[in-house]
């Protein structure tokens, strides 16, 4: 256990920003892309870092220098949910959900992954397992790819990783390629066969109605997915939707505070809970949204950032599975020493002795993309 309160006060509080480029062009139902932004946060104490990051603005290092890196330095590495609330109140009037949630939430992954290797244990022994494996599913399939493009992503994930559910953009100009969409899911079957789950992603980009249509297709395809059919913020259109369709509807990626959670579970809005621990406030929020849908029955999965929930994925024991994003995990096997391995579907946080979550910054590899 640790020795005194100075040994092990955080000493000092860093952040850095990399743009990288996308292999292509990309673009879901409502916003295109041509690069990723990923904020670095390490924090240090009694000799050791830890590493946390989000993906967003750049202007999130700036929150976490100015507004949260003096009430994270000299208080205890060990109490990190303490100091959580302190960076939650630190931002009442700068603004907590959005830019500022960001910040608080890279900087709580990394005081959690500095804790974990100040004790020399990875995080999920940390936290406590609740499972060894943690299915993931292959995301990407963007409304900018051609046939050709989405075959290929789509039979990587499944016939040369072994992943079963794959999951691609649909919505396209915001809703307005209805016929387009039909057809990519059609061949996205076709790619992948009978036997893997086939999910689709609008982003919020149909009306109700369109989605209620639509579904109707996805059930010919046996797509068993439907996330963000409709905005995020109209719950009571999701329940709508939820109620007249057979796929699961899905949504919670833009959650910035528990209570927004707490908001779309009492509306009943979706058939499983999406959180993202690198938007929601960490990981001591992500595992209270978590435990929040696990009393109201359902399940969660980890949005986005794989590498990073890996660890608090584990120790859930109402995890459906993380989004194996084709973005993020090119990023964090080009950045990052310690990369999982997705073969057969699932990977394995505790299966190295690794402290933290395992990952370190490839700094040269990485300076590169520094902004």
Request: aromatic letters at 6%.
């Amino acid at each position: 256990m640790p020795g005194t309160e100075g040994v092990e006060a955080v000493e000092a509080v860093d952040a850095a920003v990399y743009t990288v480029p996308t292999d292509t062009p990309e673009a879901d139902g409502t916003l295109s892309w041509d690069s990723t932004t990923l904020v670095v946060v390490q924090v240090r104490a009694a000799g050791a870092t830890g590493l946390g990051w989000t993906y967003g603005s750049p202007a999130t290092a700036a929150v976490v220098r100015e507004h949260l890196a003096q009430v994270v330095i000299g208080r205890s590495a060990w109490d990190v949910p303490a100091a959580n609330d302190a960076m939650s109140r630190a931002v009442r009037n700068a603004a907590r959900p959005g830019i500022a949630a960001h910040a608080i939430s890279a900087l709580d992954i990394a005081l959690w992954d500095l804790k974990a290797r100040l004790l020399g244990l990875p995080l999920v022994r940390l936290l406590g397992a609740a499972r060894e494996e943690v299915p993931v599913y292959g995301s990407g399939g963007f409304t900018t790819y051609d046939a050709e493009r989405q075959d290929r992503q789509l039979r990587s994930w499944t016939e040369e990783t072994g992943i079963p559910r794959v999951k691609i953009k649909v919505g396209e100009s915001w809703g307005r390629a209805e016929e387009r969409d039909r057809e990519r899911i059609s061949r996205a079957r076709r790619s992948i066969g009978d036997r893997v789950e086939l999910y689709v992603d609008a982003n919020g980009a149909y009306t109700r109605k369109q989605a209620v249509r639509l579904a109707r297709h996805l059930d010919a395809e046996g797509v068993t997915w439907f996330e963000e059919p409709v905005s995020s913020d109209d719950l009571a259109g999701l329940a709508h939707i939820r109620a007249a369709i057979g796929a699961d509807v899905t949504a919670g990626e833009y959650g910035y505070t528990l209570p927004y959670f707490h908001h779309m579970l009492a509306a009943e809005a979706v058939d499983c809970l999406q959180a993202d621990a690198t938007r929601c406030g960490g990981f001591t929020v992500w595992l209270r949204a978590a435990a929040l849908a696990e009393a109201h029955g359902l399940q969660i999965s980890g949005h986005c950032a794989p590498h990073l929930h890996a660890h608090p994925a584990a120790t859930v024991p109402n995890l459906r599975h993380l989004e194996w994003f084709h973005d993020h995990v090119r990023i964090e096997n080009l950045l990052f020493d310690g990369a999982l391995d997705p073969s057969g579907g699932t990977i394995r946080p505790g299966a190295t002795a690794a402290p933290g979550h395992g990952l370190r910054l490839r700094s040269g590899t990485a300076e590169a993309f520094r902004v």
